[in-house]
């Protein structure tokens, strides 16, 4: 992997370092942290970078948020660890009942605390097994729900997230889920899911289905409400229990608590990670109160989660999401964000769409506006060329042909200008083959 702060810096010793000791199956970039604020991160060089990934939808709140911090200094102070099935702690339920009331509809709602959204998908399929009696979920292409067995198992994408890893978790069944760009319709998705239920599995058999409302990893893609109310309804009909994943597109990302909420649906389960912890590790599930007591006292838990310091960040997190102001401050920031790729997409051919929800937007970019050819090495040159001016980005997509944008929705209109400015040049370079 090439180094691109030269050799003799401490970037290039910590790097031999990580290829010496680290497992070569994590996926890292040879760039070296030393601190962080707002949406900016220094690395051990000195040099610093405006964040446009944001942990990946981690820091919807910032690095080192004064009041995260804060909190998270008092509680390490006063414990930092019980395991709530040992000894029970405030901090545990006023986080529930904050995540809680992310949770839209009228209720009466429950949740409990895990570690990481991987966790969370694999407690809400157990308690939507447990409350049905049945063993079937159906999951959607496109789709990316982790990396734990079942994570990966509901997982649409081969590489890199599956392959050589099976066999895969048994009863795990996948639909069409629409595409508009590429082709895939609402109608043509929903006849997708239809048929699954005619000609894999007989809807009784079904516990569940899980859909990201807006699909992350799979590049974006903002599900189309026809679709949400299409698959909901058919749900309702035959009991089958409605999860909505909320680890990516959560948390005020896209001007709300919830992004199912903009589509007016109240999930029976829904599952909550990344930006909730304010940066610390921190996940949950809620749902229908029957649903969550549903499952034996002992039959969900761990030994982390809900740890209290987590708890202590997730709680002022929780509060900044729950607030009106901040909520209305996200919706404007997408708006803005989405008129900066707008202006980028008119002046390139190569932006095939500008898409999303939110402050949760991407560009699709292709070789060809009218093949509409994924170009992906051209995205891996982007990344590389930001990253050496200063911005860090990350690609996604099923074809990893886009670019995301989850700056921290605390990004000042500096962070702004000078982050979009280095992702059109680089952007330009790595069509010129620069
Ligand atoms: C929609 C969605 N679900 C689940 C996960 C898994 O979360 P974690 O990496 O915390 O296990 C992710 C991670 O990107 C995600 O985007």
């Known amino acids: 992997m090439a180094i691109d702060q030269g050799t003799g810096t401490k970037t290039a010793a910590l790097q031999a370092e990580r290829e010496r000791w680290v497992s070569a199956s994590v996926f890292t970039q040879p760039l070296f942290a030393d601190h962080a604020h707002g949406a900016r991160i220094t690395d051990v060089e000195g040099r610093e970078y405006i964040d446009f990934v944001g942990g990946i939808g981690s820091l919807n709140c910032g690095h080192t948020p004064e009041a995260v911090v804060a909190a998270v200094q008092e509680q390490a102070a006063r414990y930092m660890h019980q395991m709530y099935s040992v000894v029970q702690y405030e901090g545990y339920i006023e986080t529930v009942k904050r995540m809680v009331a992310c949770h839209p509809g009228d209720g009466p709602f429950k949740g409990l605390l895990l570690n990481s959204g991987a966790e969370a998908v694999e407690n809400a399929i157990k308690i939507a097994r447990y409350a049905t009696g049945r063993d079937a979920i159906i999951c959607f292409d496109q789709g990316f729900h982790g990396r734990t067995l079942m994570g990966m198992t509901l997982t649409s994408k081969p ?149 209290p310091v987590a708890c202590a960040a997730a709680i002022v997190a929780l509060d900044q999401v729950l607030d009106p102001d901040f909520q209305a401050h996200a919706r404007a920031f997408g708006d803005d964000l989405r008129a900066r ?76 200008d000078e982050g979009f400015a280095i992702l059109e040049e680089s952007l330009v370079d790595a069509f010129a083959g620069r």
């Open 159 to 307: 590489m890199p997230y599956k392959k050589g890893m099976g066999p895969y978790a048994p009863e795990i069944y996948r639909a069409p889920a629409p595409y508009l760009y590429r082709g895939i319709s609402t109608e043509q998705a929903l006849d997708g899911f239809r048929k699954v239920l005619k000609s894999q599995i007989d809807p009784s058999q079904v516990a569940a289905v899980i859909l990201e409302p807006v699909q992350g990893e799979g590049g974006f893609l903002a599900m189309p409400t026809e679709f949400i109310h299409g698959i909901h309804a058919i749900c309702q009909e035959h009991g089958i229990l409605y999860i909505s994943d909320e680890v990516q597109s959560g948390m005020g990302r896209t001007g709300t608590p919830s992004a199912i909420e903009h589509h007016g649906i109240s999930p029976d389960l829904a599952t909550w990670a990344k930006s909730m912890g304010g940066g610390m590790p921190i996940s949950g599930v809620t749902g229908r109160a029957d649903l969550l007591d549903a499952v034996h006292p002992g039959g969900l838990g761990g030994t982390f989660g809900g740890n």
């Open 341 to 416: 790729l707008d202006a980028i997409a008119s002046r390139h051919e190569c932006v095939g769409e500008v898409r999303g929800l939110g402050a949760m937007l991407a560009i699709e970019l292709v070789k060809d506006r009218a093949t509409k050819e994924p170009a992906a090495e051209e995205v891996g040159r982007i990344v590389t060329l930001a990253r050496e001016r200063g911005l860090i980005l990350m690609g996604s997509g099923l074809y990893a042909n886009a670019v995301r944008v989850l700056v921290p929705l605390v990004a000042t209109e500096q962070d702004l």
